[in-house]
């Protein structure tokens, strides 16, 4: 896959574990990779504003968060949610990042690691905070979030929000696992709930989960490392 939209640019600044929270369990996302897709997605979409973004399986919302900084003036709200309870604690700390409180706690947790023990990686944070601020400060930069608990493979889940963009990487490796078998076919039948005409949605999987639902056309496919990327929009 050649990148068409995201520049080849240091997202040293956006590393997890940096400003951004990781722990251990947590999968992240390729930065680049991610912006990549949602320009893509954009690009299919057809305008670029008030977008209303949403991942169904956010994990620690590292993907969202990533996504959310490059592109925070094409974005109006973010809709995060997981079955997982542990993960959504992390979606909460990164996704804060996106407000000026968020990145003021952070701020100052970080200026307390440093003046304890004078690490090195913590003086590099403290000088990556400073683009955190730069983007959120931004005029444009308004973005409201929630970030709730769901099951997406549930027939009777009740979250009925309209999203204009979809962006979710499934669980496909050894760190996570789908919470039922079969995951990608019964979640894009769930995500209908949530999508307009226009609707576009790109999940990230393994060559190993094929998509068999017939109710939605592809737009584009392509593979980097072991994710392949399916972006999709209902016929
Ligand atoms: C690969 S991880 C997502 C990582 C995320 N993109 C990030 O950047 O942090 C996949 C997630 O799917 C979640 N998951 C598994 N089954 C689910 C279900 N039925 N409904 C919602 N989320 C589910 C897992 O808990 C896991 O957090």
Redesign the pocket.
């Known amino acids: 896959m050649k990148y068409r939209t995201s520049k080849v640019e240091s997202y040293d600044f956006l590393a997890a574990g940096s400003v951004l929270y990781s722990a251990p369990g947590?999968?992240?996302?390729p930065v680049r990779l991610?912006n990549e897709i949602f320009n893509r997605c954009l690009g299919h979409y057809g305008t670029g504003n008030s977008i209303r973004l949403y991942?169904?399986?956010?994990?620690?919302?590292?993907?969202?968060?990533?996504i959310a900084l490059l592109n925070g003036k094409s974005i109006s709200h973010i809709f995060a949610?997981?079955?997982?309870t542990r993960?959504l604690k992390?979606?909460r700390k990164?996704l804060s990042l996106l407000s000026m409180d968020g990145i003021n706690a952070r701020k100052r947790q970080l200026t307390e690691l440093f003046q304890t023990y004078g690490k090195d990686s913590h003086r590099s944070s403290l000088l990556h905070i400073e683009r955190l601020m730069s983007l959120v400060t931004d005029d444009d930069f308004d973005i409201s979030v929630e970030c709730f608990q769901?099951?997406?493979?549930?027939n009777s889940g009740s979250f009925t929000s309209e999203t204009d963009i979809i962006i979710?990487?499934?669980?496909?490796?050894n760190?996570?696992?789908?919470?039922?078998e079969s995951?990608i076919d019964k979640?894009l039948e769930q995500l209908k709930k949530t999508m307009h005409k226009d609707s576009i949605i790109a999940i990230?999987h393994d060559k190993y989960q094929k998509r068999t639902n017939q109710d939605y056309k592809r737009l584009e496919k392509f593979k980097v490392g072991k994710r392949v990327t399916e972006i999709l929009k209902l016929k």
């Open positions: 947590i999968p992240n996302f991610g991942d169904p399986c956010c994990g620690g919302g590292y993907l969202l968060t990533t949610s997981d079955i997982d993960a992390w979606a990164n769901y099951d997406i493979l549930n979710t990487d499934v669980p496909y490796g760190l996570v696992q789908w919470s039922q995951g979640m990230i």
